[in-house]
């Protein structure tokens, strides 16, 4: 079974930076794409960033565009999330997920998310 496992979340002042990371246990399932959605307090769960194993293209939710950048290091079996000047509306639950699929809100495996906090 495939296990993503985030890290990184946490509180941090408006402006501030984060970078999330998820480690994916099964190389041998490796998925065609990673991604992030996030889920905040009573919304419901919103895609946030999606980028491929093999040549790393990306896409990004628009509002995220310019301030969140996702990555992934093809040795390590991990994708990264770097988050840059943080909006207290950026606090949610951010998940890590393997094949997402931005419309759907769906994806073949879900971690357990990281929580990230932005204070005003």
């Known amino acids: 079974q495939v296990q993503l496992v985030e890290s990184g979340g946490g509180l941090v002042q408006a402006g501030g930076s984060l970078r999330l990371s998820c480690v994916v246990s099964?190389?041998?399932?490796?998925?065609?794409?990673m991604g992030w959605f996030r889920q905040a307090p009573g919304k419901e769960r919103e895609f946030v960033a999606r980028?491929?194993?093999?040549?790393?293209?990306?896409d990004y939710a628009d509002s995220m565009k310019g301030r969140f950048t996702i990555s992934r290091d093809y040795a390590k079996n991990t994708v990264y999330l770097q988050m840059n000047s943080l909006k207290p509306e950026d606090t949610a639950v951010y998940y890590c997920?393997?094949?997402?699929?931005?419309?759907?809100?769906?994806?073949?495996?879900w971690g357990q998310g990281t929580q990230v906090t932005v204070s005003s």
């Open positions: 997920a393997s094949d997402p699929a931005p419309v759907a809100g769906t994806a073949n495996y």
């Open positions: 099964r190389r041998t399932l490796r998925s065609y794409a």
């Open positions: 980028i491929t194993w093999s040549l790393g293209s990306t």
